[in-house]
């Protein structure tokens, strides 16, 4: 038995960044190194989260004792095959998550890497060299049923003049402007409040304080990229045809239209979840590709077969990666190797059920991932993740 191979493991209920129930998994080496990995459990019963955490304390505990964690496939292998038999397969992919990730993790250490360093290992033709990804910011959130449901930005890596920016310089840019929007937003809602007796504050009006933001500290429309997230969800072939309510390609003419109007007047660099079908995604590849990239997160959750029939079909502009849809690290790996064979950009994603936990940042790092969506600068969970990036990218300057 190999000194880096699992000599226990111990799985815990604690709570996620909203209060929810989450899963942390503990792996400790025989050398005595630890490292843990917390999965949130939102969706999932708080019976079922105890069942599944007494059966990774019996059966994974014990099956897994000795395996070494440095050979990270083999492992996930393991834990897949152990899962299958747990009852509830919910709960059973949260376990796997969280074990896969803390494994990850003490593997790194055991290997003497940081993490980023041991996931390349697993991650054929993400490099040779290294490249930290593009920070999205998300600056606002409607709270509101309608419109659209985030507004982000990111700084062009590539100055109109002068030198490539740095991560750092993408960051601090980024706040800066971020620092604007917040001052001029209470302008931009009580002109709203006064014009439309108490409606809701709209997309234009948002992306129009975002411009004006960037120009305050001094940035061109040229050096910013805005994504706006509509938030719709795909209708399924199968769902249309059994309700004659459905209309979702008249919505999608008028979502065309929206789109065609604000990229011709804002500096738009993605736009994600704009359209209900296929049909209406490919109409957009075809006319706006050139300027804009479509993310769809609808196929974050699916496999690389269908990605890569979508890819053909001309219906997606980037890969949304979303660690939450996978079972294991060897999974989401194997999706982002296989993204960038279709040469698309990789768009790492924030779950929506979230734990403070930093791997997001290291797996986007490892993969060469072109884009990270870590959230806004309000929250603790996702300050972690940026405090990561930054600490990347102070590494990659040493």
């Not at 917040?182 to 709209?202: A, D, E, F, K």
């Amino acid at each position: 038995m190999r000194v880096t191979g699992i000599n226990d493991i111990l799985f815990r209920e604690v709570f996620d960044s909203k209060g929810d129930a989450a899963i942390k998994a503990t792996v400790k080496t025989l050398t005595g190194q630890t490292a843990t990995a917390t999965v949130s459990c939102v969706g999932v019963s708080d019976a079922k989260v105890n069942a599944a955490i007494d059966f990774g304390n019996t059966k994974l505990r014990k099956a897994l004792r000795g395996i070494d964690t440095v050979e990270q496939n083999e492992v996930d292998r393991r834990i897949v095959s152990l899962v299958r038999s747990f009852a509830n397969p919910a709960a059973g992919r949260l376990l796997a998550r969280a074990v896969s990730q803390a494994v990850a993790r003490v593997g790194a250490r055991a290997a003497g890497r940081e993490l980023h360093q041991h996931l390349r290992e697993f991650a054929p033709f993400s490099g040779p060299g290294w490249a930290l990804p593009v920070p999205v910011f998300e600056f606002f959130s409607n709270n509101t049923e309608e419109g659209f449901k985030t507004v982000s930005l990111s700084i062009n890596p590539r100055a109109s003049k002068g030198p490539r920016r740095s991560l750092v310089t993408l960051m601090a840019l980024a706040r800066k402007t971020l620092a604007s929007f917040h001052r001029l937003l209470p302008v931009v809602l009580h002109s709203s409040l006064v014009r439309g007796s108490g409606r809701n504050i709209t997309l234009e009006e948002v992306l129009t304080a975002i411009v004006a933001s960037a120009k305050k500290i001094g940035l061109r429309n040229s050096d910013v990229r805005i994504a706006v997230d509509f938030g719709q969800a795909s209708v399924l072939e199968d769902e249309r045809a059994i309700s004659s309510e459905f209309f979702p390609e008249k919505e999608d003419t008028a979502m065309l239209q929206l789109c065609h109007s604000l990229i011709r007047r804002y500096p738009i660099g993605m736009i994600e979840n704009a359209f209900q079908t296929d049909n209406a995604y490919g109409h957009a590849q075809r006319h706006f590709a050139n300027r804009v990239t479509f993310l769809r997160h609808d196929l974050a959750a699916k496999d690389a077969a269908i990605l890569e029939k979508a890819v053909i079909r001309d219906e997606v502009g980037a890969a949304a990666i979303d660690l939450a849809c996978f079972d294991t690290v060897s999974d989401a790996l194997d999706y982002a190797v296989q993204a960038r064979g279709m040469n698309l950009a990789r768009v790492l994603l924030t779950p929506n059920a979230e734990a403070i936990d930093d791997f997001l940042v290291d797996f986007g790092f490892a993969v060469s991932a072109e884009y990270l969506k870590l959230g806004s600068f309000l929250r603790g969970e996702h300050i972690v993740r940026y405090n990561r990036l930054l600490d990347l990218a102070h590494q990659q300057t040493l």
